[in-house]
């Protein structure tokens, strides 16, 4: 359908008045948007993360099911319960200090942590790869700061044509177009021949943040069949 | 100031003091390690208290690691279940076969060693399980070498030697939404290089031989060395200890014994 | 007087034989028999004739010469004579037997050139006189569905000499996706020949029709190799895993196919 198309959030932060105004913004346009994704963060210290978590698991009707992937605060979540490799959770820590890991440890329950691990790490749909930061690591923040070498890398290692991420929590959408390189490889059996790589230029797009920001939030749509990514700012 | 590289020696004992002779006959300044000290081969002990004795500067490959935690290999290293139980054979008897101050030494190792704009790894810069083809894509590679500050990048773990310039590299970025609004802006990326040192003690190139690097500060003059030794004693060694036989005749042919790296462009997420 | 067609096939080992009957075998519209003497009942040729033409009647083990006054007057008897077989002895005496030798193109002078009325040219193999008959082992391999890349690894291994020298290498190998093949290796010519029987995929359990291998060399490390085909198949649970994948991925083909 050539007017299909996704819709991509993340950074929800337990702001669930933030996410319903993302939800309305998507039903007055139910017609277009096929697909929601929640690329992870929907936990945070700002808010009731509980009913967060209630609202996504439990989509109403005529809503669209989220796909939802783990972010930072998901992490730091498994890594209190002991299910990542860090108990003592030292990224948190020095986030929000030992107080506000006792806060997050107390918004959810162990049922819901053991939701938690059934979440993907990312989605891999068509050429787009859908993630909270990058392969490389869930706290792996892109932005336009990003060195454009580090970029590529993401890009390469993403395999995708499109990597939309949610980490920093800023909207921004960049093309990176490797132009060229020359390689020179020698072996044992002597000098290889000269390469000289190009690629076409591939996007990554961040997607701003639903919850952080009181009264507004960002969400973007893509289309695949159009290849086209628009802005959305949702005020509440 | 003249150096040699070497990495992967795996326990083999033959193999590495061929090495250190001709390392002696090539006047060389200063050895570097890049792990992999134990592992597959017949003398593991007897390999870490010669690097040990000569205070050779060692980085902690992926088996030093792997002997330090108990672990094994990642599966993604085996091309297949009989090398995988192969891997898993060698694992155990390295296991039963270590040292204790060995095991000890071993877990010291740092992961990376800095000297001026020269960096040493054992896979790379990421892990110490990353391999870094020759054949994988340029720009990544590239990444590799620019995320650690320094002009040449010395890695092993692949276990064929192989020099790789990457030169001119030239990256655009535009900008359509955020930050100071539409911007075009062109990078470009100044000469950088891999070098691989190969492997001493399990060849995987197609001959018994050792293989190492020897780098000139000076004139950055890279200089490839194979060196044949006495390869049917280690061979002898293998079966003598117990380990797996089938790896007497893969040493040599020059195969792999049981870990390969197979694809370019994956990123082991160990 | 019509009577059956018997035809004598002999030549080296790795020469063609087996190769040249069955392509004999597949085009025939006579009923045919396919016999080699001294082979046992159970082997990978047999098992391959059978595979490859099901409607090919198999003579197994030592049927003696009355069988063949039970012929129909239009059938068609190939007969394999092994290395181990006598040229001269009178295998189908009274009934005309007609002689072919499968031989290598260079080779101009032999015993077979004498026996022979026809030659078929065949492999091009280098005949060196070995100062000893190889060994023969053999295993069944019946129920076991090999990991592909462990398979091809052993195999490398074994025609590489890994466990002692190898000069003929036949099996038939099960695969996880529910083919067989029947595999071939000679010494002296490059590389190993692979060839996919005609079967019906077995994605349900173990297989029940036989596999299995043979080879033949000098100095075999027979309980190695025996070790090491066992470490390169795969366990039930492997096995049952990738059965269902491939179930999975071809559901509508056995929807048309039923």
Redesign the interface.
């Given at each position: 359908m050539i007017n299909s198309y996704w819709a991509i959030c993340s950074g929800i932060e337990g702001n669930l008045a933030a996410y319903e105004a993302v939800l309305a913004s998507i039903k007055q346009q139910s017609d277009t948007i096929s697909d929601l994704y929640i690329l992870g963060d929907f936990l945070g210290l700002q808010g009731n993360n509980r009913a967060v978590i209630e609202r996504i698991q439990s989509p109403k009707v005529g809503e669209l099911t989220p796909q939802i992937c783990l972010g930072w605060w998901e992490e730091q979540c498994l890594n209190l319960h002991g299910l990542r490799g860090s108990l003592d959770a030292p990224e948190l820590v020095a986030k929000v200090g030992t107080d506000g890991a006792k806060l997050l440890w107390e918004s959810i329950d162990w049922e819901l942590v053991q939701w938690l691990r059934t979440l993907h790490f990312g989605f891999h749909e068509l050429d787009c790869l859908l993630i909270h930061g990058s392969t490389v690591s869930y706290a792996d923040e892109l932005t336009l700061d990003t060195p454009a070498i580090q970029l590529c890398d993401r890009l390469i290692r993403a395999d995708a044509n499109n990597l939309f991420c949610g980490r920093s929590g800023l909207v921004f959408e960049c093309w990176v177009e490797p132009k060229q390189l020359q390689s020179q490889i020698t072996t044992l059996d002597g000098p290889q021949t000269l390469h000289e790589q190009g690629k076409s230029p591939r996007r990554i797009v961040g997607v701003g943040n639903v919850g952080r920001t009181k009264g507004q939030g960002n969400y973007v749509l893509y289309n695949p069949a159009t290849d086209t990514v628009q802005f959305k700012t949702v005020c509440y | 100031m003249k150096l040699a590289v070497i990495s992967c020696i795996h326990g083999n004992l033959e193999a590495l003091n061929a090495v250190l002779s001709d390392i002696d006959q090539h006047k060389a300044d200063q050895i570097y390690c890049l792990g992999d000290l134990v592992g597959y081969g017949p003398h593991p002990n007897a390999v870490v208290e010669m690097i040990r004795s000569l205070d050779i500067p060692t980085c902690q490959g992926c088996w030093d690691e792997d002997i330090v935690e108990g672990l094994n290999a990642c599966e993604c290293s085996y091309p297949s279940i009989l090398a995988e139980n192969r891997g898993r054979a060698a694992h155990e008897w390295t296991n039963a076969a270590i040292h204790p101050e060995v095991r000890e030494y071993l877990s010291t190792l740092p992961l990376t060693i800095r000297e001026s704009n020269l960096c040493f790894v054992h896979g790379s810069p990421n892990s110490q399980h990353e391999y870094l083809l020759p054949s994988m894509d340029g720009f990544a590679a590239l990444e590799r070498v620019l995320s650690t500050e320094a002009d040449v990048l010395f890695c092993g773990h692949t276990h064929v030697p192989y020099v790789r310039d990457l030169n001119e590299g030239t990256i655009s970025v535009r900008v359509t939404q955020g930050g100071d609004g539409k911007t075009d802006r062109q990078f470009t990326m100044p000469l950088k290089r891999i070098i691989n040192a190969g492997s001493v003690g399990e060849p995987r190139h197609g001959r018994p031989n050792a293989t190492y690097v020897l780098y000139d500060t000076e004139t950055t003059q890279v200089t490839l060395r194979e060196v044949p030794y006495d390869y049917q004693r280690t061979c002898a060694a293998i079966i003598e200890k117990g380990l797996p036989p089938i790896f007497a005749w893969r040493l040599a042919q020059g195969l792999e014994f049981a870990e390969r790296a197979d694809d370019p462009s994956h990123v082991c997420q160990r | 007087m019509r009577s059956p067609s018997l035809i004598a096939v002999a030549g080296p080992s790795g020469g063609g034989k087996t190769t040249w009957i069955v392509e004999q075998l597949k085009h025939s519209t006579h009923p045919t028999f396919y016999f080699s003497p001294g082979l046992g009942p159970i082997t990978v040729d047999l098992a391959r004739i059978n595979y490859t033409c099901p409607t090919v009647q198999v003579i197994v083990g030592d049927p003696g010469k009355s069988w063949l006054t039970n012929l129909p007057l239009n059938a068609l008897v190939y007969c394999e004579l092994g290395v181990q077989i006598d040229l001269n002895s009178a295998l189908f005496d009274p009934w005309p037997c007609r002689h072919l030798a499968v031989l290598p193109p260079c080779l101009t002078d032999s015993e077979w050139h004498s026996w022979a009325d026809e030659i078929i040219p065949g492999n091009d193999l280098f005949l060196e006189n070995a100062e000893s008959l190889p060994n023969l082992w053999r295993s069944p391999l019946t129920g076991i569905v090999f990991?592909p890349?462990?398979l091809?690894?052993?195999l490398a291994?074994l025609t590489?000499?890994?466990y002692g020298e190898l000069q003929r290498l036949k099996g038939i190998f099960e695969m996880p996706d529910g083919r067989a093949f029947y595999i071939d290796f000679v010494q002296g010519l490059k590389g190993i020949e692979y060839t996919e029987l005609p079967l019906e995929p077995w994605l349900e359990g173990r297989p029940q029709r036989f596999s299995g291998i043979e080879l033949a060399g000098w100095n075999l490390n027979q309980k190695?190799i025996a070790d090491?085909l066992m470490?390169?198949?795969?366990s039930n649970e492997?096995l049952t895993h990738y059965q269902q994948q491939y179930k999975n991925l071809n559901p509508l083909e056995e929807a048309i196919a039923g």
């Open positions: - | - | 990991d890349p462990s091809d690894m052993i291994e590489g000499g890994a190695l090491t470490e390169g198949c795969l492997i």
